[in-house]
T-cell receptor, first 114, second 115 residues
Framework: DQQVKQNSPSLSVQEGRISILNCDYT??????FLWYKKYPAEGPTFLIS?????DKNEDGRFTVFLNKSAKHLSLHIVPSQPGDSAVYFC?????????????FGEGTQLTVNP | EPEVTQTPSHQVTQMGQEVILRCVPI?????FYWYRQILGQKVEFLVS????????KSEIFDDQFSVERPDGSNFTLKIRSTKLEDSAMYFC?????????????FGPGTRLTVL
């Protein structure tokens, strides 16, 4: 199942700089996209989401951009902090279905160095 | 802030045994989900549950799996006869009903180890 793909398994950035995490999808029925952050031995924690009717959503240091024509979304974290070090998952759902299951990407391990 | 809780945090069982994983979703949420993550793999959808019935299930969710909401607060996942390949982290999630409420909130997970 490759409907949601995160091509970079890891990303390392310096504290204070921008982190950009990328995600691609193939299913045109997806209309809601989410980013989750996950620490080892914990569940995914919701960060930010975007509906397909928008191309940008911002919440504090986190901004998600959606390019529907390219079927691509990205998460920007500015400025990055050491506490942001975690695995970041992109997920998508097709809201028209009754259950709205989430389809996840593989995750990207972000390391923010002090 | 309300959160999804799961028990136990870690369950060890012998192959062929039945296990029940428990979840308490966020109290005003109406949709409930189970996902799992096998070590080194993606988080995978298992089943969604709404209005006391399964609304969607994946191909993973075969006859060995069942879900139940036995009372107003708990949501359980039962695996009747566990296999080695059922070893994984199992996550429960819930979400509200209504427009603009597509966000699912996850519990901390139960690590299931089948020996």
């Amino acid at each position: 199942d490759q409907q949601v793909k995160q091509n970079s398994p890891s990303l390392s950035v310096q504290e204070g700089r921008i982190s950009i995490l990328n995600c691609d999808y193939t299913n045109s029925m997806f209309d809601y996209f989410l980013w989750y952050k996950k620490y080892p031995a914990e569940g995914p924690t919701f960060l930010i989401s975007i509906s397909s009717i928008k191309d940008k959503n911002e919440d504090g240091r986190f901004t998600v951009f959606l390019n529907k024509s390219a079927k691509h979304l990205s998460l920007h974290i500015v400025p990055s902090q050491p506490g942001d070090s975690a695995v970041y998952f992109c997920a998508a759902s097709a809201g028209g279905t009754s259950g709205s299951r989430l389809t996840f990407g593989e995750g990207t391990q972000l390391t923010v160095n002090p | 802030e309300p959160e999804v809780t799961q028990t136990p945090s870690h369950q060890v069982t012998q192959m062929g045994q039945e296990v029940i994983l428990r979840c308490v979703p966020i109290s005003n949420h109406l949709y409930f989900y189970w996902y799992r993550q096998i070590l080194g793999q993606k988080v995978e959808f298992l089943v969604s549950f709404y209005n006391n019935e399964i609304s969607e299930k994946s191909e993973i969710f075969d006859d060995q799996f069942s879900v139940e909401r036995p009372d107003g607060s708990n949501f359980t996942l039962k695996i009747r006869s566990t296999k080695l390949e059922d070893s994984a982290m199992y996550f429960c999630a819930s979400r509200r009903k209504g427009q603009g409420t597509d966000t699912q909130y996850f519990g901390p997970g139960t690590r299931l180890t089948v020996l």
